[in-house]
């Protein structure tokens, strides 16, 4: 049996249900965190959501439960699946609309707040292609949001898989190295780590938050030509760490990433 929470309610797959006129299902208008659980515990719960309420604030989507009633919801979520070690997603919708259309009706939103758990599997080492099919839009500011919308990250996977790899790069509209599909994007060079700055099309990642720190990173430019030169790199979120074996076919170094940042998650 698979559990969720949902609306508040704590409910099976049989039960769990969505309107179809959902603006989350229709029109991807709605943001998502994704947790890692650890021992029964969720990993950074507060700034999770107080970013899930910076960019509900920024979409205009209320949030109808508290922080405390969220994080209540996922512990007993955690309690019903009998799982410790978790991943959970927690997704928020402007929820269902009586008005056809891209902006929702005058009527109080009812959001659509769904939470789900699956056991963790730690990430496996990447082998990465840069993306000719598609680019990050830096000028958008959805490019610092959760949203739903993974189009592009879709698009970028898929040619990753097509072209023997497990995972893209994809590059900005300036030709610069934002991000991988799911995660942030650290390289390490002569100079020491490096990652893209928020303002080429960056998720600000809680994991690159605090690897920026461990690792005295810099933020800075990063151009495309730099990745056929750099020595190691690792994709980072916050369900774990992924050290990149390859670049475009490239051999990287995979000596250091692991014994520096090994304590991340543990509290």
Request: charged content about 20%; hydrophobic content about 45%.
């Amino acid at each position: 049996m698979t559990y969720y929470w949902l609306n508040g309610h704590l409910v099976d797959d049989r039960q769990a249900r969505i309107a179809p006129s959902d603006r989350g299902f229709l029109l991807a208008d709605g943001l998502f965190e994704t947790f890692r659980a650890r021992n029964g515990k969720v990993l950074w719960l507060t700034s999770h959501l107080e970013r899930l309420r910076a960019g509900a604030q920024q979409l205009d989507i209320p949030i109808p439960f508290s922080d405390a009633a969220i994080g209540n919801g996922l512990d007993g979520l955690i309690q019903k699946a009998g799982l410790s070690d978790a991943a959970l997603r927690l997704t928020l919708t402007r929820g269902p609309s009586n008005k056809r259309g891209l902006w929702p009706s005058e009527d109080a939103a009812h959001p659509t707040l769904l939470a789900s758990i699956a056991p963790y599997v730690a990430a496996s080492p990447a082998q990465l292609i840069v993306s000719q099919t598609t680019r990050r839009n830096e000028h958008s500011p959805l490019s610092r949001l959760k949203v739903l919308a993974y189009g592009d990250a879709l698009i970028a996977k898929r040619e990753a898989l097509a072209r023997g790899a497990t995972d893209a790069v994809l590059l900005n509209t300036q030709g610069d190295v934002a991000c991988c599909t799911v995660g942030n994007l650290f390289i390490r060079d002569g100079n020491g780590w490096a990652t893209p700055r928020l303002e080429d099309g960056v998720l600000n990642g809680l994991t690159r938050a605090r690897i920026l720190q461990m690792l005295d990173a810099r933020e800075r430019r990063i151009a495309a030509a730099e990745l056929g030169t750099i020595h190691e790199a690792v994709i980072t979120n916050s369900l774990g760490l992924a050290p990149v074996t390859h670049i475009e076919g490239r051999a990287l170094d995979m000596s250091e990433i692991g014994a520096r940042l090994a304590a991340l998650y543990v509290d």
